[in-house]
Structure formats: structure tokens, C-alpha cells
């Protein structure tokens, strides 16, 4: 690892009292406050340890300096053996809190699950995913809004669209697209025969207004009778939205609310979000070139992960991790896997630094 140097640790150390003294004066205009005390939270923990890492390289110089009086080379010799050991991961944490961060990972996200290959069987694994994610955002403190749902008709989706606020969503669920392969014996199956059915997920960072300038002219609007399996929801009205893109072709359908008011304003969300991860797609295309971070690429058509029924397994293909707690996660219990997936991400990317250094 390419070691950081000292004149960076400093000039973060004083980016951090600057602007200490600076929020402490007392007379900074509303906005200003608010900027410089976001600036200051970002910096303050890449700060932290860069204190710990100039501290231990000091203390690693002090001790070595001993070394060269009789009297103190045991002591000094112990207590450098102990600096030596701890300094590897005080670099480590150093230079993974100075990885470019992604601009979308304090965002909240938009969730899509679809049933994949395996009909019934995909569609009912498809509401176990989505459960398994309200699940987690629970343990999370994240809120998950509905946006639009098919249902299937033996239980689970066809296809599941929702809205999970909070902080730091899109940090910890960019990692879940791709494609989700499930192997079990059907509850329709007499013959106890395992199947493999799959589902695709996309998690999308949420748009703003100010993100994706949208003009009406570049919009064709269809407005029509919402279908449904009737009863007392049914839609009498002319509600569901129909809404095109016209210059990149996006089409977005919105029908899960009885106001056409309600509809539109749902699929103006989903649009943003689609049309501001299409700008995220070609910029990140255009600064990578064909290299694909291990685990970050997003591609739903890549497999993924499989979840394993008769074995009580889940195994992440991209991380060649395996683990024998899939009742655990299903029930939202997904820190374990998602931590092994952000670490092997920082290190894929790290190596990446190597490399161009």
C-alpha cells in the first residue's frame, strides 16, 4: 500500500482546525453555517485517524531514538514491536477514509425487485427479497414507501418498485444489483424436486428536482384507466399515468394510487431517478473505461448471489463468500454480508490506487 504522506495528514489536520474556528465565531451567515458544518462532519472523522496515524509514526520515531540508549533498548524494543504491529492498520483505515466516495451514498434509494426466470416459483421468491429488505431497513431505521407493485397471483410480485429514505441508504444497498438465483423445492412441487428460480434487483440513487432538469416538451403523458383485479379498489376514474421520456425513451407507468394527481407525481419520481442513474452510467463509463470495481458495477444481468433453501446457505459469487445463515438474512439480519461486500469493495479500489501509483 502506498504510504501517505505527512504533509497530507497535516493539511487534513488543518482543514479540521480551520474550520473549527471558523464554525466557532459566531458570525457566519445562515447558509454559510450550514455549508461549513457539512464540510466539517465529512472531515472530522478522516481527521480522527489521521491524528492516530501521525501519533503512532511519532511515537514510532521517539521509540527508535531510545534504541540508542542501553538503558531504555528493552523497554523501547517491546514497546516498538507493538507500534510496529498497529501501524499496517492505522494506514489501512488512513487510506481507505481518503477513497473518493461516491456522491450518491448518503442518498436515500429507489428499490426495484422483478421476478426473473421461474414463474410462480420467481415471483414468490421476489416478495421474500423485497421483504428481506424491509426487514434490514427496519434494523436500520430507514422508512420504506411503496411506489408501485404487481402482485402475482399464488402470493409474492411480479414486480415491486419502492422508496427507502434515511441516512446512507445507497451506500449499503448499492451492492444488491445484479441478479438473485434461489434453490428450493417449491410448495406446488409433489415430487420434492429442487428448483432454481431468479429475481433481478436494481437500487437506484434517488433523484432530486435540482439533479435532472425535466422540460415538459421532452414529455408524452398518457393518462388511462387503472386495470386491477376490481372489487372495492378497483379505479372508476381516469387515474393511472402513462409518462415517456421522448429523448431517451424512458417510460414510466404509475396506476397504484386513485389520484391521477398522486400517480404522476410518483412517476415523475421514478423518472428523475432513472434519468439521473442513466447520467451517473455514462460518466462513470467515461472515467473507467472497461475496468468494473469487483463488486460495484451494478449490471443486473450479472448473477450475483444464490440463496441456497435445502442448505441453509447464501453464497455472494462476486466475493466468493458463503454464509450458513439464510433463515437470518431472509429475516433482515444482512450487516454481516453487506460489511463483507463495502471491504471488499475498498479494497478492490485501493489496489486500484496501487496500481496507478
Request: proline share 3%; hydrophobic share 40%.
Amino acid at each position: 500500500m502506498t504510504q501517505i504522506s505527512a504533509d497530507r495528514l497535516a493539511a487534513i489536520l488543518a482543514r479540521r482546525d480551520e474550520l473549527q474556528a471558523q464554525l466557532a465565531s459566531g458570525d457566519l451567515p445562515p447558509d454559510r453555517f450550514v455549508a461549513l458544518s457539512k464540510e466539517y462532519a465529512e472531515v472530522e472523522p478522516v481527521a480522527e485517524a489521521a491524528d492516530a496515524l501521525q501519533s503512532l509514526r511519532a511515537e514510532y520515531r521517539d521509540l527508535q531514538a531510545m534504541l540508542e540508549d542501553p538503558e531504555m533498548r528493552d523497554m523501547a524494543e517491546e514497546e516498538l514491536a507493538s507500534v510496529k504491529a498497529r501501524l499496517p492498520e492505522a494506514e489501512h483505515d488512513m487510506a481507505v477514509r481518503l477513497l473518493p466516495k461516491d456522491a450518491a451514498d448518503e442518498r436515500s434509494a429507489m428499490l426495484e425487485v422483478r421476478a426473473g426466470t421461474g414463474g410462480d416459483e420467481a415471483a414468490l421468491f421476489a416478495g421474500d427479497l423485497f421483504r428481506m429488505y424491509q426487514r434490514y431497513a427496519e434494523t436500520q431505521g430507514w422508512k420504506v414507501e411503496l411506489i408501485s407493485a404487481s402482485d402475482s397471483e399464488v402470493g409474492g410480485y411480479k414486480e415491486v418498485v419502492a422508496s427507502i429514505t434515511g441516512a446512507g441508504v445507497f451506500a449499503k444497498l448499492k451492492y444488491e444489483s445484479g441478479v438473485h438465483r434461489v434453490q428450493r423445492v417449491p410448495v406446488t412441487e409433489s415430487g420434492g424436486r429442487i428448483h432454481t428460480s431468479a429475481a433481478t434487483v436494481a437500487v437506484l440513487p434517488e433523484a432530486e428536482e435540482v439533479d435532472v432538469q425535466i422540460e415538459d416538451k421532452d414529455l408524452k403523458v398518457d393518462i388511462y384507466r387503472s386495470s386491477g383485479a376490481g372489487g372495492q379498489h378497483v379505479n372508476t376514474t381516469d387515474s393511472a399515468i402513462r409518462i415517456t421520456h421522448i429523448p431517451t425513451g424512458i417510460v414510466v407507468i404509475q396506476q397504484d394510487q386513485r389520484s391521477q394527481h398522486k400517480n404522476r407525481a410518483k412517476a415523475m419520481q421514478v423518472l428523475r431517478t432513472r434519468l439521473y442513474e442513466r447520467e451517473r452510467e455514462i460518466l462513470h463509463a467515461e472515467r473507467s473505461g472497461a475496468r468494473k470495481s469487483m463488486v460495484g458495477s451494478g449490471d443486473r444481468s450479472e448473477r450475483i448471489r444464490t440463496y441456497n433453501f435445502p442448505q441453509g446457505r447464501v453464497t455472494d459469487h462476486r466475493i466468493n463468500l458463503t454464509l450458513h445463515r439464510l433463515p437470518e438474512i431472509l429475516m433482515g439480519q444482512m450487516d454481516e454480508l453487506i460489511s463483507a461486500l463495502i471491504t471488499a469493495d475498498q479494497a478492490e479500489r485501493l489496489a486500484g490506487l496501487d496500481d496507478a501509483a
